[in-house]
């Protein structure tokens, strides 16, 4: 234990005025299990501490080859470590001159023991949910029906929310929406996906029944379609497919849906051109619109981010290209994409990458990083930075 001679003679070895100095010293000294290691460091922003001020959890998430994340309820988080040029002493009941008390101020020599230390700390940063693995998990089996054979012997796992919870890394919110968003239902306690050709079947039944009742398509009865569609599949499944496809809304008691135009021609576009490896760009027009319910009108940009249109090819082609199957890693994308097509328009390549954009990041941000600019026919275009195998 230091005496304040010794704390007065060490001052002035260091050539320190001790008038210049607060009042208590804190003379340090390692306990017998001190080390690295044993402690770890976070460093949380405001509006985390505030969570677990209130109770609640900050989840780590992530198996053994993927990196690390922590999640909020509606936020993710990528952990890295930063590693500190001072070490960073962890000191049990250690008070600042703030919090000392009087009595303490007075008796100006404090002895503290260092329970551990470490040179670095876990650094969080604000990213994207990694959701690609909860599509891709989901389609291992998708639901083709009460009456497939498949489902009745599948060997795939089936996942409940827990489930993903323990295996997305991403919050519980962002889980959920884009469960909605992908269109997913619970089928049994069970997260399921509606295999393509069974939500065009359903969807099929419900513009039919739409088209032999002469109802406008923003006012589609759910308690009729039930009754009319109930003996062909089952209604959950009926009013699933009203609710991915239609805004559900109530008037006078009776629940309806308005059917959404983009979305239904998105999937007829989808059914055509998941037939064929290129369609020709007019005839594909011609029958897409065709194919959809009267009084709706099919546009190219219904498409963005299934389909991709070659206007340098005579004539002019189009096929399927879907978001969801390209990687998830940002240089990985664009890899996949320079090696589709050499040249891309920043209209074109938009839809494809938009995705990858972080808080506040733009499309041109991610451009200007993983593409070279250049002018062609008067048209910029975007390609590889490196060279694509």
């Keep these: 234990m230091r005496s304040r001679a010794e704390v007065d003679a060490t001052l002035q070895t260091a050539k320190l005025n001790p008038a210049e100095l607060l009042p208590v010293v804190h003379c340090l000294s390692f306990g017998p299990r001190a080390g690295?290691?044993?402690?770890?460091?976070?460093?949380?922003?405001?509006?985390?501490?505030?969570?677990?001020?209130?109770?609640?959890?900050?989840?780590?998430?992530?198996?053994?080859?993927?990196?690390?994340?922590?999640?909020?309820?509606d936020k993710t988080y990528e952990m890295k470590i930063a590693d500190t040029s001072n070490m960073l002493l962890f000191i049990p009941d250690c008070k600042t001159p703030e919090q000392l008390n009087a009595d303490q101020a007075?008796?100006?020599?404090?002895?503290?023991?260092?329970?551990?230390?470490?040179?670095?700390?876990?650094?969080?940063?604000?990213?994207?949910?990694?959701?690609?693995?909860?599509?891709?998990?989901?389609?291992?089996?998708?639901?083709?029906?009460?009456?497939?054979?498949?489902?009745?012997?599948?060997?795939?796992?089936?996942?409940?929310?827990?489930d993903l919870l323990s295996l997305i890394q991403a919050s519980e919110e962002e889980i959920l929406h884009h469960l909605q968003y992908i269109d997913a239902c619970k089928i049994e306690g069970y997260w399921r996906i509606l295999e393509f050709d069974y939500q065009i079947k359903l969807l099929n039944h419900v513009i039919q029944l739409i088209d032999s009742e002469s109802w406008s398509l923003s006012k589609v009865s759910l308690c009729t379609c039930l009754e009319e569609l109930g003996p062909l599949e089952p209604k959950e499944m009926i009013e699933h497919i009203l609710l991915s496809y239609g805004r559900k809304y109530i008037e006078e008691g009776e629940v309806y849906f308005e059917m959404r135009e983009d979305k239904i021609c998105r999937a007829l576009g989808q059914m055509l051109l998941q037939n064929a490896v290129k369609f020709n760009l007019s005839d594909f027009q011609e029958v897409w619109q065709q194919s959809v319910p009267e009084g709706m009108t099919t546009r190219l940009d219904q498409l963005k981010g299934l389909a991709l249109v070659d206007k340098s090819s005579r004539p002019e082609t189009i096929s399927?290209?879907?978001?969801?199957?390209?990687?998830?890693?940002?240089?990985?994308?664009?890899?996949?994409?320079?090696?589709?097509?050499?040249?891309?328009?920043?209209?074109?390549?938009?839809?494809?990458?938009?995705?990858?954009?972080?808080?506040?990041?733009?499309?041109?941000?991610l451009l200007t990083k993983y593409a070279r600019s250049s002018m062609q026919n008067g048209v910029k275009v975007y390609n590889s930075r490196r060279p694509v195998s």
């Design 36 to 73: 690295a290691g044993e402690c770890c460091l976070l460093q949380l922003e405001p509006a985390l501490c505030a969570e677990l001020e209130a109770g609640r959890s900050l989840v780590i998430r992530g198996e053994k080859d993927e990196q690390v994340v922590l999640c909020s309820k």
């Design 106 to 162: 007075s008796c100006n020599i404090i002895h503290s023991e260092i329970a551990g230390f470490s040179n670095n700390y876990w650094e969080l940063r604000r990213c994207r949910p990694k959701l690609k693995k909860l599509r891709k998990l989901l389609m291992e089996d998708p639901y083709e029906g009460p009456d497939s054979q498949k489902d009745q012997t599948s060997t795939f796992s089936k996942y409940t929310t827990e």
């Design 320 to 365: 399927l290209l879907k978001v969801e199957d390209l990687p998830e890693d940002n240089q990985e994308r664009f890899n996949s994409l320079f090696s589709i097509r050499d040249k891309w328009t920043e209209v074109d390549i938009t839809p494809y990458i938009e995705d990858l954009c972080a808080e506040k990041q733009t499309v041109g941000a």
